[in-house]
């Protein structure tokens, strides 16, 4: 992520208390890491640094096997999300019909690269091999709407709706 488009961590004290004792569930369980992980990302929404090192000291373990797992599992996410979670598919069907130009589209209004989040929290962008959706290609999916057969054209107007 660019300097620029880095979002504070901005853990509460209520949070750090839900991880602790997440920590403490899971300190003497064999396998605990993943669990913690697990919860962590459900407390939190994703595994900034900071948690990452909470983790590793809790647990006893070391911050690099801490990142290993999160970073080996893609279930994991080391980057926050935005309140409105937008996927481009980049299937085959989708490609073909010009995916790339939507993913284009929407990073270059956002002013951010996939696998970021805006400044303000308000969007982040992912990109998905398939959303099931192939009949509509190209598609983008806007938290739970979708959206098919789009035009790179119509990227802005879709993401103005949602501010």
């Given at each position: ?90 299937g085959t069907a989708c490609y073909v019909k010009g995916s ?8 270059t209004k956002l002013g951010i690269k996939s696998g970021e989040c805006t400044e303000d929290g308000m969007f982040s ?39």
């Amino acid at each position: 992520m660019s300097e620029k488009n880095s979002v504070p961590f901005n853990g509460t004290p209520e949070q750090e208390k839900q991880l602790m004792e997440v920590i403490a569930k899971h300190r003497t369980q064999p396998g605990g890491l993943m669990p913690t992980l697990q919860e962590a990302q459900g407390i939190y929404g994703y595994l900034p640094v900071e948690v990452q090192s909470k983790i590793a000291d809790g647990l006893g373990v070391s911050l690099s096997e801490v990142f290993g797992v999160a970073t080996f599992y893609s279930q994991f996410s080391l980057t926050p999300k935005g309140k409105h979670k937008i996927s481009v598919c980049l299937g085959t069907a989708c490609y073909v019909k010009g995916s790339d130009k939507i993913l284009e589209a929407v990073e270059t209004k956002l002013g951010i690269k996939s696998g970021e989040c805006t400044e303000d929290g308000m969007f982040s962008i992912d990109s998905c091999r398939c959303v099931g959706a192939c009949g509509l290609a190209p598609v983008m999916l806007v938290d739970e709407d979708v959206y098919g057969k789009l035009t790179a054209k119509e990227v802005g107007k879709i993401l103005d709706s949602y501010n």
